[in-house]
């Protein structure tokens, strides 16, 4: 599943924390989270000068280290210290992050597993059908959750781009109106 996808969806799953901003952008953030580990990319790329090296460490630590329990867990203890609403924003932060890895067991090919139960077991999840992030249907998905991005915001009164700044979220408020 593409980032932009993995960020909508957390986006309005933040959205159940109410108006409390901090919480919202809690549960959206954590709720990407598990692709944080994506740098591996430009390291292994910078590391060895070869962006094919860059890629060969992606494939193998992406899906791996991020995407289970461990994230699941982390995302719980950092809204349970961090947020206002400390058990509710930890429940919608827990699920942003199992959405994410739900997402990304269906749209992101059937060659890229995820490892739900790591570091305890080596074990790893995937589905026959599931489609190559670059496929059409992902970016069909994408499209669709940016169409119902704009159409909640303009009910709502507030964006996405408030996960970066609040600046930037009135501004394209204002534009939206």
């Given at each position: 599943m593409t980032g932009l996808s993995h960020g909508i969806i957390s986006w309005f799953i933040g959205q159940g924390a109410g108006e409390d901003l901090r919480d919202r952008r809690l549960v959206a953030w954590l709720g990407v989270a598990p692709?944080?580990?994506?740098?591996?990319?430009a390291w292994g790329a910078i590391r060895s000068w070869s962006i094919e090296e860059g890629y060969n460490l992606y494939v193998a630590t992406h899906h791996?280290?991020?995407?289970?329990?461990?994230?699941?867990?982390?995302a719980i203890?950092?809204?349970?210290?961090?947020?206002?609403?400390?058990l509710r924003t930890s429940l919608l932060a827990a699920f942003?992050?199992?959405?994410?890895?739900?997402?990304?067991?269906?749209?992101?090919?059937?060659?890229f597993p995820i490892y739900p139960l790591w570091p305890a077991r080596n074990w790893c999840w995937t589905v026959s059908w599931s489609v190559p992030?670059?496929?059409w249907p992902?970016?069909?998905?994408?499209?669709?959750?940016?169409?119902?991005?704009?159409?909640?915001?303009?009910?709502?009164?507030?964006s996405p781009l408030e996960m970066f700044?609040?600046?930037?979220?009135?501004?394209?408020?204002?534009?939206?109106r």
């Open positions: 692709d944080f580990d994506s740098i591996t990319y791996k280290y991020t995407h289970g329990i461990v994230m699941i867990l982390a203890g950092i809204c349970a210290a961090f947020g206002r609403r400390r942003a992050v199992i959405v994410h890895l739900a997402g990304d067991i269906i749209g992101s090919g059937p060659e992030v670059q496929e992902n970016l069909l998905l994408g499209f669709l959750l940016l169409v119902g991005a704009f159409l909640y915001a303009r009910y709502a009164g507030r700044s609040r600046r930037m979220d009135e501004e394209l408020m204002r534009h939206i």
